[in-house]
């Protein structure tokens, strides 16, 4: 699929339209405005909200303003998960524009990790890379590129330049042509209802009798219960395609 | 389909021949099953087999091109006061009808077809021509007496007169096995034969097509096929060759290779196999690797040997090579095989002893011979599958949906012995029972008795499902009666509804969404699924086991992957990946599902919401790095310089990006820059052997001096030519394919370039400059390419192979995001590199390679001046790799003698073939091959030789002209399927052999050898190869055809009242749609003129006036003409400046 252009622009350009409101316990100077954005749903929350700060910090007082944090019907949304995934995970069914209220009180210490700073999400950023290329390529890869491509890859993301992360991504994507894939597929599986944080395995793209794996072989392995129909009403997505229908 | 893939044959236990395509996934049948065979030895063009008959049979492929034959005869006559000429000849004469020596007695009877496989194309006719000139009608050639020489004109003393008569055959048993029939005489036939190889097709290339064939027999004995050629794919007689024993199998190499194994356990090795001798002068012999057990089977390629000893093992012979055949020493290699095969490039495959799989020997490179694993080969069989054809392509639609209802299922089929019946059934000949099974399937049932036996037992079982083995190609009413069958034998209640469920998509959506549907509808489509299941299910399980493999057809390329040893559904037991398995249907069902999804996710979270600010600005990024700029202060030379590229988007959203060069002036920091939208082409250069490429602007193309810059790795200079080249194309706002209309241009370095012409380009009086044209580069590698305005391209590459261009972009160094997906085939390129062994004569040693202390380098090139030893010559540039060791090179214009040397008094002079007295110093040239390789969007078109010319016309039209002179035509091209189908072979006009096509409008003009310029007659749009060459004039030596089809060319030679000029611009005049051929010569220029082209030409005359043709220039007066003379003889000069400063920016 790397190659396949169109689809990477898709789900690169894939944006939520947004509404931020501030909490209502906020105590402001005058009223504040409800704000509209699109974000992008490949990036972080922390990283596109600057404008959303400012927004609101012009209605508060500056003592009252703390570090900003996000909730959607009382989930406090984590900043380490990229946007399309809070979305799908609690509010794919919603009407849109999603409603976020902003909050700049009470941070959640338990639920959610702080972000000073924009290199936290780059440190996180780039944690994920490696952590998929280490499955991908035992981090040959990753660990064969220079500074500058780390910086790359990220000013891509953070600027929101499609080819200039992939010009980058590509090589991540990349495996020799006598491997027939991956040395291990590098995924999550996310759920909804549950207290887990997320499902993780290593997964090879090719079984040992030399045939390749798909979606539903790897979702029957990682979460069989699901698979059984039994566990039909249970539905997987990714980038919003309900991929369900795939995996049966 | 791309000719690029080739085939690997193999044998199953059962005699069935298939074939698996280097860029398959299934075994396929041969389409030829009336025969099972014990043994296959491919190449290329064709297969060889012995059946179980014990016969030899050919298999040659249906290409592009016809074989055919052209049989001749002539008809003499002799003059007498009586009757005029006449049939009465004198007693001393020749032969009324005999062959062109008059020695043999021809009459036009006495040719029959050499073999059923052959077919007459036409009548005899006669052969109006003689030498390249048209003869009177009837075709006659006069001369004094026999033997003599003839003329086409009667003269006073012309006393006898010939016609010649001729006819074509043409070999008919393509894509089916043609028996070799033998016409020796019955004492000396062969008896049944046992075991065949052929190969031996780079020892020479004359005759076109030379094969070896090589045959054992029962008795022992080695046979040699004579004369195969392509033009003769039967060979014409057995040749016996003596061996010191009895021969058991034999195999034979690409080259001079030849190894056999005796019945005692020894191989025997063929010498002295040379382009003059390809069958050999005596045989040495090798011993076995292991004492106890001797050799059964051995196998050999270019420079290896591989075999095995009688207790399974594998060995890989050390040292083998052209000097020494026999190599040196034994290594045992891992593995117990039944037998080894060498194919293409030293390849090889092998037969496992315990299992029977096929196995690829991975990792055989030049380097390492022997290869690094084993590793199987699990393709599923096309047969499998066609039993399910109609059940798979429902797959391709809904496949996301079934494969769980068919697990569920799973364990019921296993135990459901009906079910499988027809599987196997269909899986076994038909006429079993009238073919005794082959010694090779029975030794092998031990192996696999149980499978073996289960077969038979169920074809007796179940007459119902027999009768569906007889037709496996289930049409929809097979496919229904099946359903009906498979009712009745199952006792379960069959819902034919759930049958038309699988395809209707509705009720998979059902499936999914809601739970009730879902399960309801597993629980009753269980029988319905059940056969689908079923029969996939058998057919993995029935794993084929094979008998004999090989590969000297079968090209593996390092560069795109095998897809034999991951195949769904092969070997595996998981019915799951059955359903996505990577056919193109369903992968491209697949793709629209995703991107239908993905617009639908767009529509649902923006389209009413595009009015929102986005998160996050456009904004500037820039790559930086550091290359070489080649300074443009003296002295030039390459320097260290920080480039960085700032990429940003203006207010209308586009991008543009500017190019810095930051570099040091007397210890000052400066910098240059590019506006990326100003540059008007990047291609890279050869520089000092340095990756680098040159960017050009307008203002740099009037100073022919561009920025050149170098990278110091190939992968660092191709990441900046596609990123450069992105930009431009994003600046320009050029996307996609090349357009119908586009301009196309190839270097001298064999690159592709093409330009979008903008309509001010031709607009009067002021055109676009030329300079201004953006040039971006297709990727792909040609010598010429050639396209009419309808969007299809053809090319030559520098190997005469043809290429067409199948519409994608991208490709070469410009991957991933700025190619398309589709349409991206491998292309590969060869170019032969020349180096020159010089020696000089002295009394004592004879000729050595001591030469005088003046003399040049004793390796060199054509020149002498530069020194080029066998290791220090490197490919034409560092993406091309050697494909082949040095050779030496036998074509040397001046002739060879029998070791490729050429004899002169002294260095530099002419050289020529053969030794004398005077000739101190002689010279040979050796020859090595480099191959360039890359992803392009260039389709391999077949042919069966060298190309050298190719021209489309309007109405696609596609014309060629191959190596050897004659002409061809592609059928059936269109927008739709560029590559067309065949070639037509269209006879050159008699005796003359063509160098060069022209298509117009609906003109065909080609250009002989002799200077003779041909219209094609009779081409019509339902006969569009014509049907007749029409004379038009000599004295041309170039020409080209216009879209109007108009006519022009360059004249060898024209006579004006004061001189005569050389190489003359002329324009056919009078060519109107009644007169094609047009009338009468226009002289234009002249006087060293080599080219002209108007095939850009399309602007019509205006009407009214004079059709077609605007009426020639009034004379000018003397004074004037002297003046226009003046000024363009000016011209050839700028060319020539040109050409140098071009030269130097795109390197040669």
């Not at chain 1, 984590?78 to 849109?96: E, M, Q, R, V």
């Not at chain 1, 330049?161 to 980058?168: D, L, R, S, T, Y």
């Not at chain 2, 299941?533 to 084929?544: F, N, R, T």
């Not at chain 2, 004899?903 to 101190?920: C, E, I, L, Q, R």
Request: charged fraction near 20%; aromatic fraction near 12%.
């Amino acid at each position: 699929m790397t190659d396949d252009k169109d689809v990477l622009r898709d789900v690169w350009f894939g944006r939520i339209p947004t509404c931020f409101t501030l909490y209502q316990d906020e105590i402001t100077e005058r009223e504040a405005e409800p704000y509209y954005l699109l974000l992008p749903r490949i990036s972080y929350l922390t990283l596109v909200t600057d404008k959303v700060k400012k927004h609101f910090q012009k209605v508060m007082r500056q003592e009252e303003v703390n570090e900003i944090w996000f909730e959607y019907e009382g989930t406090p949304l984590k900043w380490h998960y990229p946007i399309g995934l809070l979305f799908d995970l609690h509010a794919s069914n919603t009407a849109l524009p999603w409603s976020i209220t902003v909050h700049f009180k009470n941070f959640p210490e338990k639920d959610l990790l702080h972000c000073h700073s924009k290199d936290v999400i780059e440190a996180h950023f780039m944690a994920c890379i490696k952590e998929a290329d280490a499955l991908k390529h035992k981090s040959q890869v990753i660990n064969e590129m220079q500074k500058k491509d780390h910086k790359q890859l990220w000013m891509g993301l953070q600027n929101d330049k499609f080819e200039q992360f992939w010009a980058i991504n590509r090589k991540l994507m990349e495996y020799p042509p006598e491997d027939s894939g991956f040395r291990y597929i590098p995924f999550r599986i996310y759920q909804a209802t549950t207290e887990r944080p997320f499902i993780q395995k290593l997964f090879r793209p090719i079984a040992s009798g030399g045939q390749l794996h798909t979606l539903g072989d790897l979702l029957k392995d990682v979460c069989p219960s699901a698979i059984t129909p039994e566990g039909g009403d249970i539905r997987f997505f990714m980038h919003y395609m309900d991929i369900s229908v795939c995996s049966h | 389909m791309a000719m690029s893939s080739s085939l690997l044959w193999a044998v199953d236990i059962f005699g069935r021949v298939y074939t698996l395509s280097t860029v398959g996934q299934y075994w396929e049948l041969c389409k030829d099953t009336q025969l099972e065979f014990k043994r296959v030895s491919a190449v290329k063009q064709c297969c060889w087999g012995i059946a179980c008959d014990h016969q030899v049979y050919t298999y040659v492929f249906s290409g592009d091109v016809p074989i055919r034959y052209q049989e001749e005869t002539y008809e003499n006559q002799r003059w007498n006061p009586v009757g005029g000429f006449c049939e009465k000849l004198m007693p001393s004469d020749r032969w009324q009808w005999s062959d062109v020596s008059g020695l043999k007695h021809q009459q036009l009877d006495s040719f029959t077809l050499p073999s059923p496989h052959w077919e007459w194309e036409s009548d005899w006719y006669v052969d109006e021509n003689i030498g390249g000139e048209p003869t009177e009608k009837g075709g006659w050639t006069y001369a004094i007496d026999f033997p003599s020489t003839y003329t086409k004109d009667k003269k006073w003393n012309s006393c006898v007169r010939r016609r010649r008569w001729i006819r074509y055959r043409r070999y008919k048993s393509r894509d089916v096995w043609a028996k070799i029939t033998s016409h020796d005489d019955p004492e000396r036939l062969p008896d049944p034969f046992n075991d065949i190889s052929i190969g031996g097709w780079e020892i020479t290339d004359e005759p076109l097509g030379r094969l070896s064939v090589w045959a054992v027999s029962l008795q022992g004995r080695v046979w040699y096929r004579e004369n195969v050629c392509h033009h003769n794919p039967e060979g014409s007689t057995w040749s016996l060759i003596s061996t010191p024993g009895e021969v058991a199998q034999i195999s034979c190499g690409s080259y001079d290779l030849l190894w056999a194994t005796l019945w005692e356990g020894q191989a025997i090795v063929r010498e002295g196999i040379d382009r003059n001798n390809p069958q050999g002068i005596s045989w040495s012999t090798v011993e076995s690797p292991s004492s106890d057990n001797g050799i059964m089977h051995v196998s050999v390629g270019v420079d290896v040997v591989w075999c095995i000893t009688k207790d399974r093992k594998v060995w890989f012979r050390r040292g083998v090579n052209s000097h020494n055949p026999c190599g040196t020493s034994w290594i045992e290699m891992v593995g117990e095989m039944m037998m080894v095969n060498v194919g293409l490039n030293n390849q090889v495959w092998g037969i496992g002893c315990d299992d029977r799989t096929i196995y690829f020997r991975q990792g055989v490179t030049p380097s390492e011979l022997s290869g690094k694993m084993w590793k199987a080969i699990v393709c599923g069989r096309e047969s499998d599958r066609s039993q399910t054809g109609s059940s798979t392509s429902l797959l391709s639609a809904g496949c996301f949906f079934t494969d769980d209802i068919q697990n569920q299922t799973n364990t019921v089929i296993q135990g459901d012995a009906d079910t499988s019946s027809d599987t196997e059934l269909s899986s076994i000949p038909t006429n079993l029972s009238s073919t005794p099974p082959m010694g090779a399937a029975a030794s092998s049932a031990s192996s696999t008795g149980s499978q073996a036996a289960g077969a038979p037992a169920s074809v007796t079982v179940d007459p119902l499902d027999s009768d569906q083995g007889e037709a496996p190609a289930a049409s929809a009413s097979d496919e229904k009666a099946h359903l009906e069958s498979r009712k009745s034998t199952n006792p379960t209640p069959s819902t034919e509804l759930q049958w038309t469920n699988i395809d209707l998509k509705e009720a998979h959506r059902h499936a999914v969404l809601s739970v009730s549907t879902f399960t309801e509808t597993s629980s009753l489509s269980s029988l319905g699924m059940f056969s689908v299941g079923a029969e996939e299910q058998y057919g993995a399980d029935e794993h084929p086991l094979w008998a004999w493999v090989s590969g000297g057809g079968c090209l593996v390329d390092l560069h795109s992957p095998l897809k034999w040893f991951a195949v769904p559904s092969g070997l595996s037991s998981s019915v799951q990946s059955l359903s996505l398995s990577i056919t193109p249907a369903q992968t491209a069902a697949w793709r629209k599902q995703i991107f239908q999804q993905l617009s639908e996710r767009t529509k649902r979270e923006l389209e009413n919401f595009r009015h929102y600010e986005q998160a996050v600005e456009q904004s500037v990024w820039v790559k930086t790095g550091m290359l070489q700029w080649w300074r443009n202060w003296k002295p030039h030379k390459w320097m260290d310089v920080r480039v960085a590229l700032e990429q940003f988007t203006g207010s209308d959203g586009m991008r543009d990006s500017i190019l810095f060069i930051y570099y040091m002036y007397h210890e000052e920091k400066k910098y240059i820059h590019v506006f990326l939208n100003e540059v008007t082409i990047i291609a890279e250069v050869l520089k000092e052997g340095k990756h680098s490429f040159a960017l050009y602007t307008p203002e740099r193309t009037k100073q022919r001096w561009p920025i050149c810059l170098a990278a110091t790795t190939e992968q660092e200079m191709h990441d900046w030519l596609s990123l450069l080249t992105m930009s431009c194309c994003e600046s320009r706002r050029i996307q996609g394919p090349p357009s119908h209309h586009a301009i196309w241009s190839v270097s001298c370095k064999g690159d592709i370039f093409v330009s979008e012409p903008s309509p001010e380009l031709e607009a009067e009086p002021h055109p676009m400059p030329c300079d201004q044209m953006f040039w971006r580069q297709v990727g792909g590698h040609l010598r010429l390419v050639e396209c009419n305005n309808r969007g299809i391209v053809w090319g030559i590459g520098y190997d005469h192979t043809v290429w067409v261009h199948t519409g994608g972009y991208g490709g070469g160094f410009i991957q991933g995001l700025a190619s398309s997906a589709d349409n991206i085939y491998t292309q590969s390129d060869v170019k032969c590199v020349y180096i020159y062994e010089n020696q000089r004569w002295n009394p004592v040693t004879g000729y050595s390679s001591r030469g005088l202390p003046t003399d040049r380098y004793m390796w060199s090139d054509a020149s002498g001046l530069q020194e080029c030893t066998k290791a220090n010559t490197k490919p034409p540039s560092p993406q091309w790799s050697w494909v082949s060791d040095w050779y030496i090179d036998f074509s040397t214009s001046g002739g060879t003698d029998r070791e490729g040397w050429q004899y002169a008094a002294d260095f530099p002079a002419s050289y020529h073939g053969h030794k004398t007295m005077k000739d101190f110093v002689r010279r040979r040239r050796w020859a090595r091959s480099s191959l360039i390789c890359q992803g392009t969007s260039w389709l391999h078109v077949g042919t069966d030789q060298p190309f050298v010319s190719i021209s489309v016309g309007a109405f696609f039209q596609v014309w060629a002209v191959a190596r050897d002179g004659s002409a061809f035509y592609r059928g059936s091209v269109s927008p739709k399927k560029p590559a067309g189908d065949c070639w037509y072979h269209i006879p050159s006009p008699q005796k003359q052999k063509l160098k060069q096509v022209s298509v117009g409008r609906t003109s065909v003009f080609v250009l002989d050898k002799n200077g003779n310029l041909w219209y094609r007659q009779g081409i019509t749009p339902s006969y569009p190869q014509g049907s007749a060459w029409d004379h038009v004039s000599n004295n041309i030596r170039k020409m080209s055809v216009g879209p109007l089809d108009q006519v022009w060319v360059i004249a060898d030679k024209v006579q004006g009242s004061h001189g005569l000029s050389c190489g003359t611009v002329c324009h056919r005049t009078g060519v109107q749609p009644m007169e094609p051929k047009g009338l009468a010569w226009d002289y234009g220029i002249g006087g060293g003129w080599e080219h002209v082209t108007v095939r850009g030409n399309a602007s019509q005359a205006p009407r009214g006036t004079v059709p077609s043709e605007s009426p020639p220039e009034p004379m000018e007066s003397e004074g004037s003409g002297r003046k226009g003379q003046a000024e363009r003889s000016r011209t050839p000069l700028m060319v020539s400046e040109r050409q140098e400063v071009d030269s130097n920016a795109v390197n040669c």
